[in-house]
């Protein structure tokens, strides 16, 4: 059953500050996603000072567990940046008046950043692994 006097919009505008109010959102994941790449390669230098004093089978995971991340951190990087440059060709693109295209642009744009954001969600599933890791060591210990 439809509601007679409900109009459904088919198409969706927008105009030069639709890509511009995702530069914000961008620019605070892509330093978020730096200062977790500091902090891998902090962790880096500690665990193969760390493996070169004991060859034990929690560090070598945990550096294999480590490798995981940085290469999902980088895609994350990657998509990230990909996104803030389409959304700026989107601009662009509406600058020069070619305001279909840019749509599709700034649609791609969306992809990208969502991509980023679910690679973000399984390097953190990754992360909390090591962290078990981790604790399993300490563990073992008692």
Known sequence: MQCPNVEIP???????????????????????YTNRFLSYAQLVRTLKDQYRENHSAVTAAQISNLRKRLYLTRA?????????????????????QFYLISVYVFGLA??????????????????????????SDIEEEK
């Not at 994350?76 to 509406?94: A, E, H, N, R, W």
């Open 10 to 32: 088919i198409e969706m505008e927008i105009d030069l500050t639709t890509p511009a109010l995702l530069f914000s959102a961008i620019s605070l994941i892509m330093l978020a």
């Open 76 to 96: 994350m990087q990657v998509t990230g940046i990909g996104s803030l440059l389409l959304c700026v060709v989107s601009m662009f693109l509406m600058y020069i």
């Open 110 to 135: 969306l992809v990208l950043l969502i991509l980023s954001l679910a690679i973000s969600v399984r390097e953190i599933y990754i992360s909390i692994k090591a962290l078990e890791l981790h604790l």
